[in-house]
Every structure is written in structure tokens, then in C-alpha cells.
């Protein structure tokens, strides 16, 4: 429960109230500005206030209110009617914020020494690397942004606004302090109000409260003593809540920042949010790094200095290797495959807050999710009937509409044909505070299914023939809801007063002393109530939601009529996403509010509960300890009964186990658990904006099956990004090796400097960048997440690296010895050295594909970025080679066809060398697999 102090909060206003009225007597130009600042109050101040008191320090007019210029005015004081999603950073801060990651600052210090040294190549290259790797992330990040503020829907576009004595429709962000606003049912509030007319008005607060009952408003001051115990207010109207049924206006008394969601926001923005695994890979990565530089230059220097060489040159190549080893492109390469992901994600309807979020679900292993609106459709729909006289009826068709029927032994009825399955509807759509127009449902779901059903029956105009006086909304404590009803002047009719009740069967059943039986009334027996309950649960095991009827002449003489069973379908494609979760080793808990039965059926019904799995309720949430819950927390597949209190306890007994936890949320408070979570996803179309703050991605649509897609995407990009870590390294490691053994050997340098540049831009160029954005596997999302604590370098991929390195080093130090047989360093010498190892690189970047399939069954072709890469380096060699200019600067000459053809087969070799290792890891692991007991765990 999210409670909001906010004492400190009203002791300014107050203060600032009394400054007002000290000032009344000075310039009109003074008094206006500090009247105008006033001109809003926090909750507190206006529910101790009568509304119209309120109205007078606002200096409005409820019937007319406010003048156009006023508003005006007022606009400009406070502001736009706009909740910003966090407070807006200048640009240049957000571009240095870029250069805070430890990569970063690695080679801004190698570029620093670079130029001390004198290797101005090298610094430029360098320097140019970062200026990339910030750039795009810096560009990706704000459009990342910028996404996420079209996305907010919280504000709704327009409200019913009184000006100049007219009401209009207009945009809800031009609302100001003093406004008057009309709300009507199905309508968003559109800023913090104080109510003064309030006709049956409820309004749905959950986000707030996490109560599921719609909170009933009235306009009676509050008692000061009482408000700072209470977190919302009878009287105010609250922004981004939704009234549920009745009408009402009030005058705004907050907008934007100023309303309550306000202080909300605050209490977010000091939580801390977790590092991703891609932060701490590639943290873990740039220590790895620096330290195995600072050896190299270790030992390059001790080893000049038992040669007698120079100690400034031997220091020389010692910086010269340390930088080579640092590969510039990965942090380009990183950014560009999340950034693709990102994009890939916004057209499967998410959007993802930071670029690392998206991989962070490739290592989620367990998901909890809530059930309504996304694992099912949030589209409820009465499909079964029993009245108390023991007809059962079905019911088809689904949606808010009146397409289907209500059968019953197979013959469709409608009308009065069946007397007990009419008194049913009558009461359903009776006591209903829910409207339907034009196939949407302005009102709580259960409600629109109850009405829809009347449709079907062709009894939706029932409500029309009562007097609606009084009401007692349904509320968690009493579970149920009646309405005091007058029945219109009929021909020959009195003044008939009824009751209609509905809400949970044990609790109207016990409320009744009689029951409808063939149209005449009887004693309600205790074995009469076991007949009930025992068909109810039998709903309640088919994944049904039970909602008992009665009506009577007054609360004490209520006759039980019967219950219909509600059923919240599944989304399309939840069940096989599941399935695939499952298969994948991601383990599900489902969090609902629903009873332990409906719970447990439905779950059944989507494959989340296996036999052997267990039930926890909230209860029992609260009850136990973190330690004890993450004890038995493995063998829980649905809490029932679960409010968004206990969302956080949970994520919290998750992590204690070593689980990466992904937690789904709408409330406001589900914020904290949202940010608690490794990665928190909110929802785009019910989510507030407090828990789309607190997410690192939101679903547009709501639906589970996008999480599916992010989960693909996520292992997709790390496998990516593995694989240019692969041919990053293995290039680095093989130039380096190539420099160092020439100098062990005292052969001389078999690259110039430019040679080693153009070798450089070749390893962070094109190629490498290509292989970031290979096309996502499909047997990707068949893996298991990866384990957060796995290294970036894993032995299978230093494996890989060696090989390929040890073979680029044993050619190009072949070819080098070949050519120099005359012991005469040449042009062609270098050139024929310099080309074998371009191509080479190309021949692993090849191999680098795919670290486990062969490139024959990922197909050549897959990846155009990558032909075109490859294409364009070659063209590039080739320009170096024959371009006379070029010629002279990197000290080549031209070669013959048949040098070229021998270079092509020679360096050929990395890459069927990789294919036959391939081909017998393959045989390999299916053997293994076969081999391999079942022993995952089904929960």
C-alpha cells in the first residue's frame, strides 16, 4: 500500500495562504502575482475546506466558470496540466552522461596516452570511436524517450470543461487551478478536484489504494484531526482515476506536478535501480581488459630490457599493443544491436526505457504476471447460468455486445420466456452501475458482462423501468452490493419499493431468508444452501467468477434467485507462449486477486499449474518472513488473492534465491515493486504513469505474448554480441601475437603503421558492426536464460578465440617468413603479410556468424549488412593494393592473381576449421542431450 504524508506539503500552503491575506493591501500587481501562485491546494487542504470555500479562495464560479482570459492568465502561472515523466535534463548533460561508462573512460585514457606518446593515428582512431559509441547511444536513448512520452496516456486528451457559462470539450492540458469540470461515468478525472455536487458518484481509485472497490464520493467537509490518517478523500476527485458510476463536478484544485500523483513521482525517483547483466558483462569485460594490457606492456618492456633495447621504443609498442588489444568498436557494437532491438520491439507493440532493459530479459528466469488484461483478455463474459429453482442455462458469444444466446437444454430463450433465468438478468442489470455504447463498456468489466448478457436476452431496457434512490456500493469488507430501487408508475401499480442485491454467494446467501422456486417463494434450508455451493464450486473449478443474486422487498427479506459465472478468456497465443516459457526454462507465477478455485482453473487452463505445484494467498504472502517464502516460493505457481502490496515481497523472496525477476504492473503501487524487480514492465493502455516511471519497458497492448517477444529479442542480441566479441578478440589477439613474436624473434616489423590502422578500422569497421545485427534465431528462444553471474568470456568462446588467433598468427608469420627468404624487407614482403591477414579477418568474421551452426544452414545470404561489409572492405584492400596515391601511403605494391588466389585458399582455412569444430560440437551435444536425465522442474 503506497500511503502519501503529505503534512509538509499542506503547512506551505498554509503558509502560503496567510502571506496572501497579509498582502491583500499592497500593489494590484503584487497581489495578483501571489494570489495567483495560490491558487491551488493539496488534498488535505481542500477536503478540510467546505467546497465552497474552496471555490471562493480560488476565486471561481462553478456554474459559470472561469473567463477565457482568466484561464489564460492562469495558464501561464501554473503551467500546462502535464505530468513530465521525469524533470527534463539538459542535452549537453545528457550527452556527457554517456562518458561515465568504464569502456569509455578505458580508451579515453589509451587515447590521452596515445598522443603523449606521439601516436596521433592511434588517438584519432580512438577518439573518433568514442565520439560514435556516444553519439548513437546518446541519439537511441533520447528517442527512446521521446517514445515513451507519446506512449503516456494517463491524462486523457479531453474533458468537460465549464468556460465563459458554456461547457465545452477541450484538451485536459489547458485545465488550470479554478477550473470547473463535469464527470460523468467512464470518464478519466483530468486533475485533482474538489467535489460540490456528487450524484451516486464512485470512482475506481485502485491505482491509489490498491482496493478493488470504487471509492464513493460525496461533497461533506472532512475533519482536520482525521485527514493526514487517510490516503484519499471522500470529497476529492483524484487525476488519472476513473469514475466508475453516478456523475458529479467539482473545481480543480491541482494540476500536472501539483496534483497527489506528485508526491508519488518523488518517493519513486529516490529508489535505486539494479545494474542490468549487460552493464555488469560489460563492466566485468573492461577490467578484464585493462588488466590484460597493463601485463602486456609489462612484459613487452621487461622484455626490451633483457634485449638492451630501447626503453622509450619499448615502451612505445608496450602502449601501441595495450591499445590495440582494447577493441574500440564494442561499445558501438553494443549500442547498435540494442538500438536495433529496441526498434524491433517498438513494432511488436513495447517500448523499452534504456537500451541495456531489452537484454536483461535474455537472462530473466522467472516471470510473475498478473492475470487480468494479460494473460487473459480483461473482456468478462457470463457464460453459464443456475437459478435457485435448479434450470442451468449457457450462454455464448463474447465481448461487450448482445451477439450470442442463452440456451437452455439447447433451445435459445429470450424474454420472459424463462421467469427464473429473467428474474436473474433483471437483477444483474438492475444493480449495475455499467453502460455500454457502441460496443465500448463504460465501467468495471463484471458489470458490462452482466448487461451483456441482458442484451442477449433482449432484456437490457429492465433498468429503465426502476427509479434508482439509493445505493450501497460493493466494498472488499462486505462483498456485495445492493441498489434501493422505486418501480415507475405502471396502470394499476403502487408505490413499489425493491431491492436488488448481488455479490459473492456466501455472503448472499447468508443475507437471504428465502429463495425463488417456480415463481413463489420458500425458507431458504441449510441443505437448499449446500445445493448452491456445491454448483458453485463446480464453476469455480471450470476457472468461472461466481456472482450471486437476490431481490426482495427490503434488505430483510431478501429472496435468493440464482448466480452466473463469469469467464475472463485467454488472450490468443498466451497458452503457446507459456508453453515455450516453460520449455525455455523461465518458470511463471501468476498474481491475482480472484478466489483460490478461480485461480487455480484458470492457471490449470493457461499450463502455470502442474500437479504438484502449489496455491499461496496473500494472507499468507503477509504472514511469512522473506526468508521463509523464498523457501517454498519454488513450488508456487499462483497467488490468489494477492494485492499490489504483496507484489513487492514477492520479487524481494524471488531475488534472495538468485532469480532474475520480471514483474508485470499497472498501480501506482506496483511502482515499488516494479523498480525492484530486475525488470519491471508496466502496462500501456491500464499502467499509470508512476508505474510506467518505475518499468524498464511497457507493453503497448497489454498482452503477455509481447513479453515472449522481448525475451526473444533480448537472448538474440546477446548471442549477437558474443559473436563480435569473438572475432573482436580473436582479431586483437592475433595482431598483437603477430607484433610480439616479431619482436621475440627480433624479426623486424612485418606491418607499418598505417598498416595497423587500416587492419584497426577493418576490426571496429563495417564487418564487426554487421555482425551485431544478424537476424534473430529462432531456436534462440528455445535456450535457457543466461546465468547473470556467466562472464561475458566463457571458456567455450576463449576456445574459439584461441583457435581462430593461433591460426591467423601461424599464416601470417608464414607468409612473412616466405616472402623474406632474402632476409630484405620489401613492399611486397609487407604487402603479401598485410593482405593475408585482411583476409584472414574476413574468413572469421565469416566463421563468427554463429558460434554453433554451420554458415550453410544460417544461409550466406541472411544478412545483407554483412555481404555489404565484406564486399566493401574487400574493395578497400583492393584500392590499397592497386591504387597508385593509396600505394604510397600504405607502402604496398601491386600484386599478381595468383598471389591473391594462394592468399584466398591459405586464409580459408580459419573458416573450415571452424566448420569442422562446429559440425563436432553439434554431435557432440545431441549425444549429450540423449544422454541427459528429464529433471526440469515444473513450476
Not at 526454462?585 to 504438484?612: F, H, N, P
Amino acid at each position: 500500500m503506497v500511503s502519501v504524508d503529505n503534512s509538509h506539503t499542506v503547512d506551505l500552503h498554509l503558509r502560503q495562504s496567510h502571506t496572501v491575506d497579509k498582502s491583500e493591501n499592497q500593489s494590484s500587481d503584487n497581489g495578483e502575482t501571489q494570489v495567483s501562485k495560490m491558487q491551488f491546494f493539496t488534498a488535505l487542504k481542500a477536503a478540510t475546506l467546505t467546497s465552497d470555500e474552496a471555490i471562493e479562495r480560488l476565486q471561481a464560479s462553478p456554474h459559470e466558470g472561469l473567463a477565457t482570459q482568466e484561464a489564460e492568465r492562469r495558464l501561464k502561472v501554473h503551467g500546462h496540466n502535464e505530468f513530465e515523466i521525469a524533470k527534463e535534463e539538459p542535452l549537453w548533460k545528457k550527452y556527457l552522461d554517456q562518458f561515465k561508462d568504464p569502456l569509455i573512460m578505458l580508451l579515453l585514457a589509451s587515447a590521452v596516452v596515445s598522443i603523449v606518446m606521439g601516436q596521433f593515428d592511434d588517438a584519432i582512431s580512438i577518439t573518433a570511436a568514442i565520439t560514435i559509441v556516444v553519439t548513437v547511444a546518446f541519439v537511441q536513448e533520447y528517442r527512446s524517450e521521446k517514445s515513451l512520452e507519446k506512449l503516456s496516456k494517463l491524462v486523457p486528451p479531453t474533458c468537460h470543461c465549464v468556460r465563459d457559462g458554456k461547457l465545452f470539450d477541450f484538451l485536459a492540458r489547458n485545465l488550470v487551478p479554478g477550473d470547473t469540470v463535469h464527470l460523468n461515468v467512464g470518464d478519466r478525472v483530468p486533475a485533482d478536484m474538489r467535489l460540490f455536487e456528487a450524484t451516486d458518484l464512485a470512482i475506481d481509485e485502485s491505482s491509489f489504494t490498491g482496493e478493488t472497490k470504487s471509492s464513493s464520493k460525496n461533497i461533506q467537509r472532512e475533519d482536520p484531526s482525521n485527514g493526514r490518517k487517510r490516503a484519499t478523500f471522500r470529497n476529492i476527485a483524484y487525476m488519472g482515476t476513473l469514475v466508475r458510476c453516478g456523475h458529479g463536478k467539482g473545481v480543480v484544485i491541482g494540476t500536472g506536478e501539483n496534483s497527489q500523483f506528485g508526491d508519488v513521482f518523488k518517493m519513486m525517483q529516490a529508489e535505486e535501480a539494479p545494474k542490468t547483466p549487460l552493464q555488469k558483462s560489460m563492466g566485468q569485460l573492461g577490467t578484464q581488459l585493462s588488466f590484460y594490457s597493463f601485463c602486456i606492456i609489462g612484459c613487452i618492456m621487461f622484455l626490451g630490457w633483457i634485449q638492451n633495447r630501447k626503453l622509450l621504443d619499448m615502451f612505445t609498442i608496450g602502449v601501441s599493443l595495450a591499445v590495440a588489444a582494447i577493441p574500440e568498436g564494442l561499445p558501438i557494437v553494443v549500442t547498435v544491436t540494442l538500438a536495433l532491438g529496441v526498434m524491433r520491439m517498438a513494432t511488436r507493440n513495447a517500448i523499452v526505457k534504456k537500451l541495456p532493459c531489452v537484454e536483461t530479459l535474455g537472462c530473466v528466469n522467472v516471470i510473475c504476471s498478473d492475470k487480468t488484461g494479460t494473460l487473459t483478455k480483461n473482456e468478462m463474459t457470463v457464460i453459464s447460468m443456475y437459478t435457485s429453482d435448479g434450470i442451468r442455462a449457457e450462454v455464448t458469444g463474447v465481448g461487450y455486445n448482445g451477439s450470442g444466446y442463452v440456451t437452455v437444454d439447447k433451445e435459445v430463450i429470450s424474454g420472459y420466456q424463462n421467469p427464473s433465468i429473467a428474474r436473474i438478468i433483471e437483477v444483474g442489470c438492475v444493480c449495475n452501475n455499467a453502460r455500454i455504447r457502441d460496443g465500448l463498456l463504460y465501467g468495471q468489466p463484471t458489470e458490462g458482462a452482466l448487461l451483456a448478457v441482458s442484451m442477449k436476452m433482449g432484456l437490457d431496457h429492465l433498468r429503465g423501468n426502476y427509479i434508482h434512490l439509493s445505493e450501497q456500493p460493493f466494498s472488499s469488507d462486505t462483498k456485495w452490493m445492493s441498489v434501493h430501487c422505486k418501480a415507475k408508475q405502471r396502470q394499476g401499480s403502487g408505490d413499489e419499493h425493491i431491492v436488488f442485491v448481488k455479490g459473492a454467494l456466501e455472503k448472499i446467501l447468508g443475507m437471504c431468508k428465502y429463495y425463488n422456486n417456480w415463481g413463489t417463494e420458500e425458507p431458504l434450508t441449510q441443505k437448499q444452501c449446500g445445493l448452491y455451493i456445491e454448483e458453485a464450486w463446480q464453476m469455480g473449478t471450470a476457472g468461472l467468477r461466481v456472482i450471486a443474486m437476490a431481490v426482495g422487498r427490503s434488505m430483510d427479506s431478501l429472496s435468493f434467485t440464482g448466480f452466473v459465472g463469469i469467464l475472463d478468456p485467454p488472450r490468443p497465443g498466451v497458452t503457446e507462449s507459456i508453453d515455450t516459457l516453460y520449455g525455455s526454462q523461465v518458470a511463471l507465477k501468476m498474481v491475482t486477486g480472484d478466489s483460490k478455485e478461480t485461480a487455480i482453473a484458470i492457471a490449470s487452463r493457461l499450463g502455470i499449474y502442474a500437479q504438484g505445484s502449489r496455491a499461496l494467498s496473500g494472507e499468507d504472502v503477509e504472514d511469512l518472513d522473506i526468508m521463509k517464502l523464498s523457501g517454498i516460493i519454488h513450488q508456487v505457481s499462483v497467488f490468489y488473492r494477492a494485492s499490489p502490496r504483496h507484489k513487492l515481497k514477492i520479487v524481494k523472496a524471488l531475488q534472495a534465491n538468485g532469480l532474475v525477476v520480471g514483474m508485470t504492473g499497472d498501480g501506482v503501487n506496483d511502482a515499488v515493486a516494479l523498480k525492484t524487480a530486475d525488470i519491471g514492465i508496466a502496462m500501456g493502455k491500464t499502467g499509470t504513469d508512476v508505474s510506467k516511471e518505475a518499468a524498464d519497458m511497457i507493453l503497448v497492448n497489454d498482452d503477455f505474448v509481447t513479453i515472449m517477444a522481448a525475451i526473444e529479442e533480448g537472448k538474440a542480441i546477446f548471442y549477437n554480441i558474443k559473436n563480435f566479441v569473438r572475432f573482436q578478440l580473436s582479431t586483437s589477439i592475433a595482431a598483437l601475437s603477430l607484433i610480439a613474436l616479431s619482436t621475440l624473434l627480433q624479426f623486424p616489423n612485418p606491418l607499418n603503421a598505417m598498416q595497423i590502422l587500416w587492419i584497426n578500422i577493418i576490426m571496429d569497421g563495417p564487418p564487426a558492426q554487421s555482425l551485431g545485427v544478424e537476424p534473430v534465431d529462432k531456436d534462440v528462444i528455445r535456450q535457457p536464460p543466461r546465468r547473470v553471474k556467466d562472464p561475458m568470456i566463457t571458456r567455450p568462446l576463449i576456445i574459439n578465440v584461441i583457435m581462430s588467433a593461433c591460426i591467423i598468427v601461424c599464416g601470417t608469420l608464414w607468409v612473412f617468413w616466405r616472402e623474406m627468404q632474402d632476409n630484405i624487407i620489401t613492399p611486397r614482403d609487407t604487402t603479401m603479410t598485410f593482405t593475408c591477414f585482411v583476409f584472414f579477418d574476413m574468413f572469421n568474421a565469416l566463421s563468427s556468424r554463429s558460434q554453433t551452426k554451420s554458415i550453410f544452414s544460417i544461409g550466406f545470404f541472411t544478412n545483407r549488412m554483412f555481404l555489404y561489409a565484406v564486399g566493401g572492405s574487400i574493395m578497400g584492400q583492393m584500392m590499397v593494393i592497386y591504387f597508385p596515391p593509396l600505394q604510397r601511403v600504405f607502402q604496398t605494391e601491386a600484386l599478381s592473381i595468383f598471389d591473391l588466389i594462394f592468399l584466398i585458399m591459405l586464409t580459408s582455412s580459419v573458416f573450415v576449421v571452424s566448420e569442422i569444430k562446429k559440425l563436432v560440437q553439434r554431435k557432440l551435444d545431441r549425444r549429450y542431450a540423449l544422454n541427459m536425465p528429464y529433471d526440469f522442474e515444473y513450476v
